[in-house]
């Protein structure tokens, strides 16, 4: 199934992925209108797909679509959907990160469909998965097909989703200091490298192969008792890893929840 037309009210980093992805073929959407900023990002999306338009102003594309996809950053959310004028009716999907739904609706001013969402960059290549609050159909149809989509029952459950999403940077530190250490005792980065980018890709896909395994399980899978890995897991769990972890995930989320 695909959509009618969208458009994009921000047209950065995470626009630009989920354009990709949108048109990429079998198409998603018959035709995607872009507000004009950032315009370097609009007219390449332009000259690249013949189904990208890229509008007047912010107003047009709110006027033009029945889908609108609000992906400004927070701190300009206020001022740039206050100016906008909305039907009732209209689906509007936002990604605006840190900002709650009462206040998107009060800028928004107009009985729409809201969904707040947390597309991952990965959409492009319809392989990121998407945390949606609301549930909802057709969004998550939209998402479907960029990877997956979860459906969170309540705003708690959105926000502890948010805060697990910050781990990706923690992702590339780990397999960083382990390079940073594994030079310092003399292995060459680039062989460094060359080893743990397939092996990190190896055990998120034995993670991700749809059985539904529990990470616990994983984790005893790969330890042999006696062995390095459960030493090493042992070490992480004992000496501080572990809460060190507990305590960011603690505190992204207060930051998300406003309580910090
Ligand atoms: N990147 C991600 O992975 C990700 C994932 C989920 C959610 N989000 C959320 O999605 C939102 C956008 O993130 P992003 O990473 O795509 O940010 P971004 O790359 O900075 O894109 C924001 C875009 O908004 C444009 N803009 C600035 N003022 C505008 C205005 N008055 N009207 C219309 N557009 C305007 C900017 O254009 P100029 O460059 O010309 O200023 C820029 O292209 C944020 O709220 C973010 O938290 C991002």
Redesign the pocket.
């Known amino acids: 199934m695909t959509i009618k037309d969208i458009g994009f009210?921000?047209?950065?980093?995470?626009?630009?992925?989920m354009v990709r992805g949108m048109l990429a073929e079998p198409a998603y959407a018959k035709k995607v209108y872009l507000?004009?900023?950032?315009?370097?990002?609009?007219s390449r999306l332009k000259a690249e797909f013949d189904d990208v338009e890229v509008a007047t102003?912010?107003q047009a594309v709110v006027d033009r679509c029945d889908i609108v996809v609000?992906?400004?950053?927070?701190q300009?959310?206020r001022?740039?959907v206050s100016?906008l004028v909305f039907r009732n009716g209209q689906s509007v999907i936002?990604?605006?990160?840190?900002?709650e739904r009462q206040a998107l609706l009060d800028w928004i001013d107009a009985d729409v469909h809201l969904v707040q969402?947390?597309?991952?960059?990965f959409v492009s290549e319809r392989r990121g998965i998407t945390t949606i609050y609301p549930p909802d159909r057709g969004v998550a149809a939209l998402f479907d097909t960029l990877g997956g989509t979860v459906q969170c029952a309540s705003k708690k459950e959105y926000d502890l989703l948010a805060a697990a999403?910050s781990l990706m940077s923690t992702y590339f530190g780990v397999m960083e200091i382990t390079t940073a250490w594994l030079e310092e005792n003399g292995l060459e980065r680039s062989k460094a490298q060359a080893f743990l980018a397939p092996l990190f890709e190896s055990l998120a896909r034995r993670a991700n192969n749809g059985l539904g395994i529990e990470f616990a399980d994983l984790c005893g899978e790969f330890a042999t008792k006696g062995g390095l890995n459960e030493q090493v897991l042992n070490d992480f769990r004992t000496k501080g890893g572990q809460t060190s972890l507990q305590d960011a995930l603690d505190r992204v989320l207060a930051r998300i929840e406003g309580r910090a």
Do not use: D, F
């Open positions: 009210v921000g047209t950065g980093a995470i626009s630009e992925a507000s004009p900023r950032n315009a370097a990002t609009a102003g912010n609000l992906a400004i950053r927070p300009i959310a001022e740039v100016a936002s990604l605006v990160a840190a900002t969402a947390i597309p991952l960059p999403s």
